[in-house]
């Protein structure tokens, strides 16, 4: 069991869910276990969108606002 504790209400638009697909492939393709890469795919995944939330506020939150903030936490 692995509970994530970041996220928010704007992340209930369309896209968010091919995002986080993403980000887990990405990880699943570098090696990470399937079970690593789901728990640290939704980790970042929840907070870039918090991170692009305080940038510019949750309403009209888009799932191509996460992109820079996903790039900036793993590298």
Do not use: F, K
């Not at 090696?31 to 940038?55: F, Y």
């Amino acid at each position: 069991l692995a509970i994530c504790t970041d996220g928010n209400p704007g992340m209930g638009t369309g896209g968010m869910g091919d995002v986080l697909t993403g980000v887990v492939a990405g990880l699943l393709a570098q090696g990470l276990s399937p079970w690593e890469a789901a728990m640290c795919g939704a980790c970042l995944h929840s907070a870039a969108a918090d991170m692009a939330a305080d940038s510019d506020g949750v309403r009209g939150l888009l799932a191509t606002d996460l992109l820079p903030y996903i790039r900036q936490l793993v590298n």
